[in-house]
């Protein structure tokens, strides 16, 4: 029997930790949002406490049907989730960049002219 391992209310901390780190990377005059901006690092840690808890669910939930946890099934089903989207936005930045000249991150422009 398998186990549902999907909570909707994580989905809503996942929501407010996301909209934290938003807060926190906007422009930083006097505002009522100024709190969540200095505390924006908050959010970060949420999404770490949250990935660690289903992380570990997850692994719990093999070791209980299986009686092992074979890390390497655990990292090719992460790969194959994660991945796919990983290429998906190299691929669309890239073709923005090559076929509009367009440069979607302009602070690294600045950045690399510096350096260099």
Known sequence: MKKNLYFPALDGLRFFAFLWVFVG????????????????????DLFFVLSAFLITLILLTEYENTKTISIKNF???????ILPLYFIVIIIGGGFYLFFNVILVPYLEQRSTIIC
Do not use: D
């Open 75 to 81: 990292f090719i089903r992460r790969s194959l989730r």
């Open 25 to 44: 990377h906007l422009p930083r005059p006097e505002n009522p949002l100024i709190l969540f901006q200095y505390t924006n690092w908050m959010g970060v």
